[in-house]
């Protein structure tokens, strides 16, 4: 006796590739969606105001880009270098982290030359983390001294060494009085 198969109704999405008849949603479907009362084709594009870098792949340049941080100085020229590379050629991607490096770097040379040194703790959210997660805070404050002090200990230990050595030799050297 066979036994019948089972169902699998109850599994959702299951059957999406089944008899399009038994589909309610199939009419409807499109890819690409339909837009219903666009009324363009193509968006106007956005106003160039600043340099922006296109990828090679692409032919044209997209109707809306980001102008927040415009190319410039040392980061901005490995970054015009790393855009001549495809997006699939990990020189693109290996370039643009270092550039992202050195950018962070000219902020700080910026900061320096304003007269203004950067507030690290509050800009990688400090008062948050204290405010939020203080046990966590705490802990992590904790783990790093530990690990600060232990690196301390381990650039000094030779040093610490050389001394101990001279000591008793400065002793044996030293003439002894006589009673």
Do not use: C
């Not at 009362?37 to 922006?52: A, L, N």
């Not at 966590?136 to 002090?149: D, E, I, M, S």
């Amino acid at each position: 006796m066979r036994t019948p198969p089972p169902s699998h109704e109850h599994i959702q999405g299951w059957g999406a590739d089944l008899d399009h008849a038994n589909r309610p949603a199939y009419p409807k479907e499109r890819t690409p969606p339909r837009l219903e009362g666009v009324h363009w084709d193509q968006p106007s594009p956005q106003p160039r105001t600043v340099e922006v870098l296109k990828s090679v792949e692409h032919p044209v340049m997209t109707p809306v880009f980001g102008t927040t941080v415009p190319p410039k100085g040392l980061s901005g020229q490995m970054r015009r270098f790393a855009f001549r590379f495809s997006e699939g050629d990990m020189r693109h991607w290996l370039i643009l982290l270092a550039a992202d490096r050195v950018n962070m770097v000219e902020g700080l040379i910026d900061d320096f030359s304003r007269g203004t040194p950067p507030n690290v703790f509050k800009e990688v959210g400090g008062p948050a983390a204290i405010k939020h997660n203080p046990v966590g805070t705490a802990r992590k404050a904790l783990v790093f001294g530990a690990l600060l002090g232990a690196g301390y200990l381990m650039l000094t230990r030779d040093s610490r060494r050389e001394r101990q050595r001279e000591r008793p030799a400065a002793r044996l050297e030293r003439p002894r009085r006589r009673r």
